[in-house]
């Protein structure tokens, strides 16, 4: 399995440009694997069109030096995965993505195209539908999906955008007691806490961390605790 994925956490830091700070990575990306061409799946976007969110991304990645096309305008959407020669997913509600990814019978598609080698690059949202489920989103359900079940192309699951603390005066659960109780019925899975301004680059069974900052890790009946840019992680694809 010659897997290729590009798993970012966010894609837009708080004063930046849209795709700011993964631009480097991204466009790295992008020529190592010779990508000229990205099918865009643009479902996570609910609050504004697809044609305007495929429009967004593709500003940034002409600047890259490849195109963006969206999977909304293809006749054959399943065919559409299956001749593309890299595919992407943008983040957004992630409920909403899911939703449509089974709707239109694209979620097994993906995983057969990217486990046959073709590049995956997902933010957010479309870092969540490469684990096995979306059971650690942080967004709000606002429609139901066919299944929680995702593409599995990695056998962890990722909480994006994660944050050490609520902010100041909230009185909810911290994002690591989320995970907790998502542990406690879901025991045999890592969770990784990956912060803002860092992603993950799998490649076959090997996986690194990049960014500037460390990323956390989750399993149940262990102390919760921290991986560093540099650190060995290929335990989380066994």
């Not at 830091?13 to 010779?34: Q, S």
């Not at 967004?56 to 293809?74: A, D, P, Q, R």
């Not at 079940?149 to 902010?167: K, V």
């Not at 919760?224 to 335990?235: M, P, R, S, T």
Request: hydrophobic share 35%; charged share 20%.
């Amino acid at each position: 399995m010659n897997k290729k994925l590009l798993l970012i956490s966010n894609s837009t830091n708080a004063g930046e440009a849209y795709l700011g700070w993964p631009r480097e990575a991204i466009k790295n990306y992008l020529k190592t694997n010779g990508i000229k061409h990205v099918l865009f799946i643009p479902y996570a976007g609910v609050g504004l069109t697809y044609d305007d969110y495929t429009s967004k991304v593709n500003t940034v990645f002409t600047e890259l030096g490849s195109s963006v096309y969206g999977i909304h305008n293809e006749v054959d959407p399943v065919k559409a995965v299956n001749e593309a020669e890299a595919i992407a997913v943008g983040g957004g509600n992630t409920f909403h993505l899911v939703y449509m990814l089974h709707k239109l019978k694209l979620m097994e598609a993906i995983k057969t195209k990217v486990l046959e080698g073709t590049p995956y690059m997902g933010w957010s949202a479309g870092s969540n539908v490469a684990c096995p489920t979306l059971k650690t989103t942080n967004d709000m359900p606002i429609i139901e999906p066919e299944s929680f079940n995702c593409t599995g192309l990695i056998p962890f699951q990722i909480n994006p955008h994660y944050l050490d603390a609520n902010p100041e005066g909230h009185g909810g659960e911290t994002r690591e007691q989320r995970i907790e109780e998502f542990m406690e019925v879901n025991q045999n899975i890592y969770v990784v806490g990956l912060r803002e301004a860092t992603y993950l680059l799998v490649e076959g069974n090997s996986i690194s961390l990049h960014g500037n900052r460390p990323m956390r890790i989750f399993k149940y009946g262990k102390p919760a605790y921290e991986i560093q840019v540099g650190d060995n992680i290929e335990f989380l694809m066994k």
